[in-house]
């Protein structure tokens, strides 16, 4: 008996050797859903207050990799983080991948891939391509998401240049270019409002089915219920006499150019000389003493700054900006800077994913500057700047500068190491760094096209060169090589570039672009004289001018949107981001 009671002892301690039942022995684990929906909420949460960062790391970790109800809309927020991070290629590939799932061939879902992809483009820039899917969108959306969907489209003609307007046209869609029809009607510099109001009503009524017939944009509707917009009395208070003299002429003659354009009455104009007053606050006094309806000036960027402090009774446009500008009642600021410039170049490089830019710059105390304009900005802008160099303008400087841009001088010191190592001489060719897009480039053009060929020749040849429009003050000599100053990207104004209609009003300036510039903003500080309560009223307002694409912040001030550049076989042509970051195999395939 015992020795039967032994062995029942041993059966029973095997048989609780065996793994327990998980239902009564494992220990409780919550619902895997409400895991997920909670990490979801918390990245969205993250998203909401800006903390990207936070957010993304929260959906890589707890909700994309893993199947449940909630990972299409995980993807689609991962790619708005990315986009907002400024990591472009991240972005559209979480896009495809949530376009992959089962759950996205539902015409809503497909219907939510569109609209994340179009706004994932209006970050970048990419104004042509957005237009395009909010189009489509326009014709599969449910009737209480279209009007939302328009207000976007919209804003996103307004952002086209004339040349992407022009590329449009070309798709021959009738609404489409009904909507781009009724752009062209406030692009056109020579109506005035009273006439572009009645254009448009022209336009309605004989395109009644139209969507923007129906539901007129925003700006069409204040336009109409603003009256007196135009202003009866306006002062230009520039310096005409001292060593702006030139600079003011050019701005004047702008101003007039397309004042005389203007088809129907416009306003009288006097002139304040601010050289002929001891200090810019008597010639402001003057200006005001005159009751305007706006003033236009000053030039300097000291008078600018005691403008700034000043209490304004009449409405002042400044046509020069401070390093820090503050929203100021009656104050507002038009320029030719280059930040502006500096932001669409980036957003261009961007478009194709290109984040790592180097700076070469010359050591011109304006180069100097720009360069760190730059810096500032691609650190706003998530840009890794992977060197920063300036150089003396001499061949050997050249050439010290570019190879310790592209670390050639490391590559040349490690060979020169492993010789002394070894004691035998090594067969090596230098190589550039692989982590670079594009070089920020600071200079003029007969500058650049030294550069130009010293990247080629170090191996650089795919990097392209993008700078500002300053590079492009003198066109290019004679003698000039076709391929010294191809790949060389660099922003100008619409008025120079040849694709603003109304350029041809502005007076000629024979090889000197910088006057040409300074005509146009002249002639566009007539425009936004006539329309700058529209920008007050109406955030999104935008206007095409010959200065680019304007658009006015919250402190006041405006910012132009320009075109962006190239010579091909030395003619003047506009580019393309992918002709210029392709990936290296889709170059190969060219």
Same mark, same amino acid.
């Given at each position: 008996?015992?020795?039967?009671?032994?062995?029942?002892?041993?059966?029973? %301690?095997?048989?609780?050797?065996?793994?327990?039942?998980?239902?009564?022995?494992?220990?409780?684990?919550?619902?895997?859903?409400?895991?997920?929906?909670?990490?979801?909420?918390?990245?969205?949460?993250?998203?909401?207050?800006?903390?990207? =960062?936070?957010?993304?790391?929260?959906?890589?970790?707890?909700?994309?990799? %893993?199947?449940?109800?909630?990972?299409?809309?995980?993807? /689609?927020?991962?790619?708005?983080?990315?986009?907002?991070?400024?990591?472009?290629?991240?972005? @559209?590939?979480?896009?495809?991948?949530?376009?992959?799932?089962?759950?996205?061939?539902?015409?809503?879902?497909?219907?939510?891939?569109?609209?994340?992809?179009?706004?994932?483009?209006?970050?970048?820039?990419?104004?042509?391509?957005?237009?395009?899917?909010?189009?489509?969108?326009?014709?599969? /959306?449910?009737?209480?998401?279209?009007?939302?969907?328009?207000?976007?489209?919209?804003?996103?003609?307004?952002?086209?240049?004339?040349?992407?307007?022009?590329?449009?046209?070309?798709?021959?869609?009738?609404?489409?270019?009904?909507?781009?029809?009724?752009?062209?009607?406030?692009?056109?510099?020579?109506?005035?409002?009273?006439?572009?109001?009645?254009? @448009?009503?022209?336009?309605?009524?004989?395109?009644?089915?139209?969507?923007?017939? &129906?539901?007129?944009?925003?700006?069409?509707?204040?336009?109409?219920?603003?009256?007196?917009?135009?202003?009866?009395?306006?002062?230009?208070?520039?310096?005409?006499?001292?060593?702006?003299?030139?600079?003011?002429?050019?701005? =004047?003659?702008?101003?007039?150019?397309?004042?005389?354009?203007?088809?129907?009455?416009?306003?009288?104009?006097?002139?304040?000389?601010?050289?002929?007053?001891?200090?810019?606050?008597?010639?402001?006094?003057?200006?005001?003493?005159?009751?305007?309806?706006?003033?236009?000036?000053?030039?300097?960027?000291?008078? =600018?700054?005691?403008?700034?402090?000043?209490?304004?009774?009449?409405?002042?446009?400044?046509?020069?900006?401070?390093?820090?500008?503050?929203?100021?009642?009656?104050? @507002?600021?038009?320029?030719?800077?280059?930040?502006?410039? &500096?932001?669409?170049?980036?957003?261009?490089?961007?478009?194709?994913?290109?984040?790592?830019?180097?700076? /070469?710059?010359?050591?011109?105390?304006?180069? /100097?500057?720009?360069?760190?304009?730059?810096?500032?900005?691609?650190?706003?802008?998530?840009?890794?700047?992977?060197?920063?160099?300036?150089?003396?303008?001499?061949?050997?400087?050249?050439?010290?500068?570019?190879?310790?841009?592209?670390?050639?001088?490391?590559?040349?010191?490690?060979?020169?190491?492993?010789?002394?190592?070894?004691?035998?001489?090594?067969?090596?060719?230098?190589?550039?760094?692989?982590?670079?897009?594009?070089?920020?480039?600071?200079? %003029?053009?007969?500058?650049?096209?030294?550069?130009?060929?010293?990247?080629?020749?170090?191996?650089?040849?795919?990097?392209?060169?993008?700078?500002?429009?300053?590079?492009?003050?003198?066109?290019?000599?004679?003698?000039?090589?076709?391929?010294?100053?191809?790949?060389?990207?660099?922003?100008?104004?619409?008025?120079?570039?040849?694709?603003?209609?109304?350029?041809?009003?502005?007076?000629?300036?024979?090889?000197?672009?910088?006057?040409?510039?300074?005509?146009?903003?002249?002639?566009?500080?007539?425009?936004?004289?006539?329309?700058?309560?529209?920008?007050?009223?109406?955030?999104?307002?935008?206007?095409?001018?010959?200065?680019?694409?304007?658009?006015?912040?919250?402190?006041?001030?405006?910012?132009?949107?320009?075109?962006?550049?190239?010579?091909?076989?030395?003619?003047?042509?506009?580019?393309?981001?992918?002709? @210029?970051?392709?990936?290296?195999?889709?170059?190969?395939?060219?």
């Amino acid at each position: 008996m015992p020795q039967q009671t032994s062995a029942l002892v041993k059966g029973d %301690k095997k048989a609780s050797d065996n793994t327990p039942p998980p239902s009564i022995y494992q220990p409780y684990k919550p619902n895997n859903s409400k895991v997920i929906s909670a990490a979801y909420e918390q990245a969205l949460q993250n998203y909401q207050d800006g903390a990207y =960062v936070q957010a993304i790391s929260i959906l890589e970790k707890s909700v994309l990799n %893993k199947t449940s109800s909630l990972q299409f809309d995980a993807y /689609l927020l991962a790619a708005k983080i990315n986009a907002q991070l400024d990591n472009a290629l991240d972005a @559209f590939l979480l896009l495809n991948k949530a376009d992959q799932l089962t759950a996205a061939r539902h015409p809503d879902k497909q219907n939510q891939i569109t609209e994340t992809r179009a706004s994932i483009l209006e970050h970048f820039g990419n104004w042509p391509e957005a237009v395009k899917l909010r189009m489509a969108l326009s014709y599969s /959306l449910p009737l209480d998401e279209i009007q939302a969907n328009q207000d976007k489209l919209w804003l996103a003609i307004q952002n086209l240049t004339e040349n992407e307007i022009e590329s449009l046209y070309q798709a021959q869609q009738p609404i489409l270019n009904g909507w781009l029809t009724i752009s062209n009607i406030l692009r056109d510099q020579s109506l005035s409002i009273e006439q572009q109001l009645a254009t @448009f009503q022209n336009w309605q009524q004989r395109n009644t089915s139209h969507p923007a017939a &129906i539901t007129p944009p925003q700006d069409f509707k204040l336009m109409a219920s603003i009256e007196d917009m135009a202003p009866q009395k306006v002062v230009l208070m520039l310096p005409m006499s001292g060593k702006l003299k030139r600079a003011s002429q050019a701005v =004047v003659d702008g101003f007039f150019a397309t004042y005389y354009n203007q088809k129907e009455k416009r306003p009288q104009v006097n002139i304040v000389n601010t050289d002929q007053y001891p200090d810019i606050i008597d010639a402001l006094t003057a200006a005001n003493n005159m009751a305007p309806d706006i003033i236009i000036g000053p030039l300097e960027k000291n008078n =600018v700054a005691k403008i700034s402090r000043t209490e304004l009774p009449y409405p002042v446009i400044t046509l020069n900006q401070l390093d820090v500008n503050q929203a100021a009642k009656n104050l @507002f600021h038009f320029s030719l800077s280059a930040e502006d410039e &500096i932001h669409e170049l980036i957003n261009f490089a961007k478009q194709e994913g290109a984040t790592k830019a180097a700076v /070469l710059s010359t050591q011109d105390t304006w180069a /100097l500057k720009q360069n760190d304009e730059f810096l500032t900005a691609a650190e706003q802008e998530h840009v890794t700047v992977t060197s920063a160099q300036s150089y003396a303008n001499t061949p050997q400087g050249r050439q010290n500068a570019v190879q310790k841009l592209l670390l050639i001088n490391e590559s040349y010191a490690r060979k020169n190491l492993i010789e002394k190592w070894t004691g035998h001489q090594v067969d090596a060719i230098a190589r550039p760094r692989q982590d670079l897009d594009y070089v920020f480039y600071v200079g %003029k053009l007969n500058d650049a096209k030294q550069i130009r060929p010293l990247l080629d020749f170090y191996f650089a040849a795919s990097v392209p060169m993008l700078s500002t429009s300053n590079l492009n003050d003198s066109p290019p000599d004679r003698n000039t090589k076709a391929e010294d100053i191809e790949r060389i990207l660099f922003t100008e104004l619409p008025a120079l570039s040849g694709s603003n209609k109304n350029a041809s009003a502005l007076p000629p300036s024979p090889g000197s672009n910088i006057l040409r510039r300074l005509q146009a903003l002249g002639a566009d500080s007539y425009l936004l004289a006539n329309k700058y309560q529209l920008f007050a009223l109406l955030k999104s307002t935008r206007i095409s001018a010959n200065t680019g694409i304007i658009t006015m912040d919250d402190n006041g001030v405006f910012h132009k949107r320009p075109e962006i550049m190239t010579y091909r076989r030395g003619n003047l042509v506009y580019a393309r981001s992918k002709q @210029f970051f392709e990936k290296e195999e889709e170059t190969n395939q060219d």
